[in-house]
């Protein structure tokens, strides 16, 4: 069964950096189109970047732009998302999402931003 597990968050202060991973597996990885989506306490899910199946093609929501990166082996079957200069308001649980004949997601990871 298709399966992803989002490991890295962690508390970090202001100005620090994490670097997020998405493992994968039960599904054909190269194959498909993958997002990282985050939810802070009391607001909607939304998405934050997405990377297409040859990593050749990014996009991001403009409050990362500049300071997130998204990425991807294929061979190892997992994304990444390493994020820099990162603020308060970064603070959320970061999930990693693919759509294989549904929406998939894994079970979360917490990004804690603060001093």
């Known amino acids: 069964q298709v399966q992803l597990v989002e490991s890295g968050g962690g508390l970090v202060q202001p100005g620090g950096s994490l670097r997020l991973s998405c493992t994968t597996s039960g599904f054909f990885f190269s194959g498909y189109y993958m997002n990282w989506y985050r939810q802070a306490p009391g607001k909607e899910r939304e998405l934050v970047a997405g990377i297409s199946s040859d990593g050749s093609s990014t996009k991001y929501a403009d409050s990362v732009k500049g300071r997130f990166t998204i990425s991807r082996d294929n061979v190892a079957n997992t994304m990444y998302l390493q994020m820099n200069s990162l603020k308060p308001d970064d603070t959320a649980v970061y999930y990693c999402?693919?759509?294989?004949?549904?929406?998939?997601w894994g079970q979360g990871t917490q990004v804690t931003v603060s001093s």
């Open positions: 999402n693919v759509r294989v004949y549904r929406e998939r």
